[in-house]
């Protein structure tokens, strides 16, 4: 009776697989799955040349005479038994399947709600260079605590607005540690988290010198410069190969729509000069602005009076706004919602979200499949193992 139950069970799990339609099922782990999939045929793959690697290192004579086996015709396997185990193996084969199918966590939807809203993508560059590390003018923050205030503020400000958002930190080198996401959650989440200043290991040590005040930093041996450029490179590539192909599609047929900007948070002090990367957010629409951190320079001044970084300070605001963008202070408190009011004003795009979703999960009909499939090949296996042996 039990095992009439388990029979019954296979095929109800056969039929409901059967009746599923495939094409309308999504999954939520399907690059798991793959994964997965590619570990096992891997292991398949050398388990195979081991085999034949064997197979060819001794000969059939040599493995039977040491099997304790008859030599002779009826000692060998069969055709049949060949079927049989060869049925076992396709088991196994389809029995893999249905479990990476399972572990892709199949579902289907069975009602969804939509809303429209109107959205535009906005990445926002922040300067982490050991500078951010000096103190902010006539107070006892360092430059970083000032940017890290002024970018909460401003994300604070729009979270209602469904802008798609990307976050870039720039040293010496540019990392993108946010691509685009609409959650206002996740881009806080990753504010947090990221670097907020690179500086050589042992700069704490200098707080007695009223330079570097930071207590909090991350340590990077290759520090020591300042690449807007970089970070403005980075940007031009998020936009143009993870922007939203509904913007690209609207601005294409709209020669004068804006719906991109780049906000930069920096204290101008770059090592190299970054208009030919304003040149290109031009020529792709991209809307620059800059919130402008500490803008005297005075400590850099007093380092070094005949640097660069000093000069190209002074220029960037300049640059800025000949390329369409407008300049905010850090020091007015208002910066946040101008910026805002400034990036509302940027055309949107209508596009539909999910926001409430029926779905039903099916994983378990492939697993059920999957396990029924194992222990058939592995009843096979055991009961087959020694039926063409003559002793």
């Known amino acids: 009776m039990e095992l009439m139950s388990y029979i019954d069970l296979a095929r109800e799990s056969f039929a409901n697989f059967i009746a599923i339609d495939w094409t309308s099922i999504h999954f939520r782990e399907l690059l798991f799955a793959k994964q997965a999939g ?14 034949y690697y064997r197979k060819n290192k001794f000969s059939s004579k040599d493995i039977y005479n040491h099997s304790g086996l008859l ?19 396709l088991l196994l084969v389809a029995g893999t399947i249905l479990l990476l199918m399972a572990l892709a966590d199949p579902y289907f939807v069975l009602s969804q709600e939509t809303d429209r809203i109107q959205t535009r993508e906005v990445v926002y560059v922040r300067d982490a260079s050991t500078s951010m590390g000096f103190r902010f003018k006539s107070s006892h923050k360092s430059r970083a605590d000032i940017t890290q205030e002024t970018v909460i503020n401003l994300i604070a400000k729009r979270k209602d607005k469904h802008d798609r958002m990307a976050y870039i930190v720039f040293g010496t080198e540019a990392d993108v540690w946010s691509g685009f996401t609409s959650s206002y959650e996740s881009i806080l989440f990753t504010i947090g988290n990221a670097p907020r200043i690179f500086a050589p290991p042992g700069s704490g040590k200098s707080y007695h010198q009223g330079y570097f005040i930071a207590k909090d930093y991350t340590p990077a041996d290759n520090s020591g410069q300042t690449n807007l450029h970089k970070g403005l490179q980075s940007a031009i590539y998020l936009f143009e190969k993870k922007g939203s192909l509904e913007i690209t599609e609207a601005m294409q047929n709209d020669p004068s729509a804006k719906m991109r900007s780049v906000v930069i948070i920096t ?18 629409r991209i809307v620059p602005y800059l919130i402008f951190i500490d803008p005297a320079q005075d400590i850099e001044m007093k380092l070094n009076p005949k640097s660069i970084k000093i000069k190209l300070a002074a220029k960037l605001r300049y ?22 009011l400034a990036l509302d004003r940027l055309q949107t795009i209508k596009i539909d979200i999910k926001a409430q979703a029926k779905e039903s999960d099916i994983y378990y009909i492939p697993l059920s499949l999957s396990c029924f499939c194992y222990i058939l090949a592995i009843l096979i296996r055991i009961t087959t193992s020694n039926m063409w042996r003559v002793v």
Not at 328 to 337: I, K, L, V
């Open 267 to 284: 204290d101008g002090a770059a090592d190299q000069d970054p208009e030919p990367q304003f040149i290109e957010l031009k020529k792709r």
């Open 38 to 51: 590619y570990a096992i045929a891997g292991l398949c793959l050398i388990k195979i040349l081991r085999h």
């Open 319 to 340: 640059i800025v706004r000949r390329y369409g963008g407008q300049v905010f202070m850090a020091t007015d408190e208002d910066s946040p919602g101008k910026i805002s």
């Open 71 to 89: 030599i002779g015709k009826d000692s060998r396997p069969g055709l049949l038994h060949k079927l049989v185990r060869s049925a076992a193996a």
